[in-house]
């Protein structure tokens, strides 16, 4: 079946750094979503990226997703402590609206 | 946003009792519905997806006599924990997609479920 890999697992940063969350797909995806969770909560839909090679930007962050549609990243330019949570990359199966979601990145924010 | 209100958010209970989460969607019709297990600082799992007026679809290794999905409107569907265990203890979530939003998911708070 289809996996989503998303890394690094966790990531401690200094506030004020950048951040980057990587995803990718076994398989070419329809189009891929970002959640944030945070800390005791549920996942906040972010963006959702349809086109080859798109990139978003939200503010301090940036979405990105691949030529072949099967990798995404999300890159955050001078963290906050209110970055603070996981990040999850949830890709659509392209069928039932089901999504498939990675590991999630866990990024924490030291003031 | 779309708003998905999910009750209760926490629940214990006693190993052999049988536990009902309620999923409703306020301000939007819900024609699907996502449940999700979420273990500590993992992921999501998808359990079933539940479509109004039709059986739920269970992931592979989803019990579906465990897990009662009942899908009734298009803002309401419930998971029915039969006869838990300490297991089965986990934090539950739902989701739901409208037909505006397309395949957006719009989650509930979750509920933690606690079985003794």
């Known amino acids: 079946g289809q996996q989503v890999m998303q890394i690094p697992q966790y990531q401690h940063v200094q506030e004020g750094e950048d951040f980057t969350t990587y995803c990718n797909s076994s398989?070419?995806?329809?189009?891929i979503q970002w959640y944030k969770q945070r800390p005791g909560g549920h996942p906040v839909f972010l963006i959702q990226?349809?086109?080859?090679?798109e990139v978003k930007k939200q503010k301090r962050l940036t979405f990105q997703f691949g030529e072949a549609k099967k990798n995404s990243s999300l890159h955050i330019t001078a963290t906050q402590t209110t970055d603070v949570g996981t990040y999850f990359c949830?890709?659509?199966?392209?069928?039932?609206?089901?999504?498939?979601f990675g590991g999630g990145t866990r990024l924490m924010v030291k003031p | 946003g779309a708003v998905v209100s999910q009750h209760p958010s926490r629940v214990i209970c006693k190993s052999g009792t049988s536990v009902k989460i309620e999923c409703r969607s306020l301000d939007f019709q819900a024609t699907t519905m996502f449940w999700y297990r979420q273990f500590p600082k993992q992921s999501l799992m998808l359990m079933a997806t539940s479509n109004e007026g039709s059986k739920a679809t269970y992931e592979q290794g989803v019990e579906k006599d465990k897990f009662l999905i009942n899908h009734a409107s298009l803002t309401l569907s419930t998971l029915t924990v039969t006869s838990a265990h300490p297991e089965d203890s986990s934090f539950y979530i739902c989701?739901?997609?409208?037909?505006?939003?397309?395949?957006?998911?719009?989650f509930g708070a979750g509920t933690r479920l606690s079985v003794l």
């Open positions: 989701s739901g997609v409208s037909g505006i939003s397309k395949n957006i998911q719009y």
């Open positions: 949830a890709g659509d199966r392209g069928a039932g609206n089901m999504l498939t």
């Open positions: 990226l349809v086109k080859s090679g």
């Open positions: 398989t070419t995806l329809s189009n």
